[in-house]
């Protein structure tokens, strides 16, 4: 009698990470694309460039920078800037993502070529998930989690491009904000943590006040404050 071989952990986190991408979070990043994909094309721009800056960036807010700095015949020295200002906020997700993925004794490039697919919705959806996976399980989830994900973006961005024209343009761009609203709505789940909680309420209330007085820069004041003030706040031993 022959046993049937089990998985390896690695291939397990990763079945399970695609398959909880497969569903919602898969539909939804695929139709956000849509409406980057039309938004490309009315741009005047080609496929080519739609699926490349999906391949190699894919990060919507960056994109979404860089087509309409492009559009408004900005120099191309001053988008590269832009759009890595508006990708910086990868850079604290992936600090505070990898020690949950990452497994001692295994070789750091892995880390490092992972961390290229952090996104927002990968990276929200591995810190609800990967937590509660065996430590040898959880590189592989998120790497399931994202390919799926970036796979949707993909298939959704070429759709979008391709029938351009055929959906109204409040429609195509009423999709790009899908996913902002997804993501606050996978936050809504997490609301136990006291640090999270205080963290978004802060947020949210600071934005409110700020935007009047300083618009163009109220949304990154009040993320860095309301951030630091959920942790300061719920931070173990306050007042001591």
């Not at 070529?113 to 065996?134: D, F, S, V």
Request: with cysteine.
């Amino acid at each position: 009698m022959t046993g049937t071989a089990r998985p390896s952990p690695a291939r397990m986190g990763f079945t399970a990470g695609a398959r909880v991408a497969a569903g919602t979070p898969a539909l939804v990043l695929a139709a956000s694309y849509v409406g980057f994909g039309g938004m490309v094309r009315d741009s005047g721009l080609g496929l080519d460039l739609a699926l490349f800056s999906t391949l190699t960036a894919w990060a919507l807010p960056g994109q979404i920078v860089m087509v309409e700095l492009h559009a408004a015949s900005t120099p191309l020295a001053a988008i590269a800037l832009a759009v890595a200002l508006a990708n910086l906020r990868l850079a604290p997700m992936a600090a505070v993502m990898m020690p949950v993925v990452a497994r001692p004794g295994r070789p750091a490039w892995r880390l490092f070529a992972a961390a290229h697919w952090i996104a927002i919705t990968g990276w929200m959806l591995t810190m609800l998930h990967a937590p509660a996976r065996r430590r040898d399980e959880r590189l592989g989830w998120f790497m399931g989690c994202v390919l799926t994900l970036w796979i949707a973006s993909l298939l959704g961005c070429a759709l979008g491009h391709l029938a351009a024209g055929m959906l109204p343009r409040p429609v195509s761009l009423a999709l790009l904000f899908l996913n902002p609203v997804y993501f606050m709505l996978l936050c809504l789940q997490d609301l136990r943590d006291r640090q999270r909680a205080l963290s978004l309420l802060a947020g949210a209330a600071a934005g409110a006040l700020l935007h009047p007085l300083v618009p163009g820069w109220s949304l990154l004041l009040a993320g860095l404050g309301g951030g630091t003030a959920g942790f300061l706040l719920a931070r173990p031993g306050r007042g001591r």
